[in-house]
């Protein structure tokens, strides 16, 4: 078949591509929730689910919600194991923030960053089977070194400082570079049990008999005073309709306007960041076992 025949075909076949993307993207757009519309009483249920890599959603919710009068409190419904400092610490603060109740339901999985966000709100209702805990701080590399010399590959390094090229994937960390590394785990782990036990009435000794990565369901969460109540999402529910004395208010599901071009985008940026995190040094808290 010639050039040109194939070329319009291609060509075609692009345009249509592009069209139906457009109106995927126009009717999402449009079938986005509209927070203006809150009118009556309600309870804002904000999901986080998946690898938490960053805080935007919460941070969005945040400055739509705090100032309306008819949002009487949250559930944070929690599916994550975990993921990225910032982001885990930042959420956190958002929900410190919150002069609102704030309740959080695990679901399958809270651990690790999951916990850490779980932590900042008013009370926290598990399920005994929920996989919780995994109080940690993790950093990886990949050593590639003998596999670049099986197939002949050399790294030419230029660098500032003789610690500029840590956790390189050319070769092994030295001593000096292990200790450094510790170092910031050790600081950012502490800073984890801080925010735990400023939001927490937990003794300092228990937490940290069980903060050493371990991961513990709901009920032994529920036994140390990591969780409060064992309970479903609808327990989470009505003990927060209870506290705020409205039986019949009703939930609210937040979801911000997606556009379908970005959120593809995204996702292969957050994705390729994950995936890609041994090429410079990133801090998790994150059980990417789970």
Do not use: C, W
């Amino acid at each position: 078949m010639s050039k040109k025949r194939v070329l319009p075909k291609v060509f075609s076949a692009v345009l249509v591509l592009l069209v139906i993307i457009f109106f995927i993207n126009a009717i999402v757009s449009y079938t986005g929730i509209d927070t203006k519309n809150l009118t009556n009483p309600k309870i804002v249920v904000i999901k986080l689910e998946g690898i938490i890599l960053n805080s935007d959603k919460f941070l969005n919710a945040y400055k739509k919600f705090h100032d309306n009068p008819n949002v009487k409190g949250f559930v944070i419904r929690i599916n994550s194991p975990g993921g990225a400092v910032a982001p885990s610490q930042e959420i956190y603060r958002i929900l410190r923030k919150i002069d609102k109740p704030v309740f959080v339901s695990m679901s399958t999985l809270a651990a690790s960053g999951g916990y850490y966000v779980a932590a900042a709100s008013d009370k926290i209702f598990a399920l005994e089977g929920t996989l919780t805990g995994s109080i940690g701080v993790i950093m990886k590399f990949t050593n590639m070194s003998e596999l670049y010399e099986k197939i002949g590959v050399q790294i030419e390094t230029v660098k500032s400082g003789k610690f500029k090229d840590i956790g390189a994937s050319n070769r092994s960390l030295t001593e000096a570079e292990r200790k450094i590394l510790q170092n910031t785990i050790d600081q950012v782990y502490e800073s984890f049990i801080h925010d735990i036990l400023k939001a927490r009435k937990i003794k300092e000794e228990t937490l940290r008999a069980y903060a050493d990565g371990r991961v513990i369901t709901g009920k032994k969460a529920l036994e140390i005073g990591l969780v409060d109540e064992i309970g479903g999402f609808y327990d989470t529910v009505e003990s927060l309709k209870k506290q705020i004395g409205m039986k019949d208010i009703d939930l609210y599901y937040y979801k911000e306007k997606e556009n379908v071009l970005d959120n593809l985008l995204n996702g292969i940026t957050e994705l390729k960041s994950f995936f890609t995190a041994d090429k410079g040094y990133k801090l998790y808290y994150l059980n990417d076992n789970l």
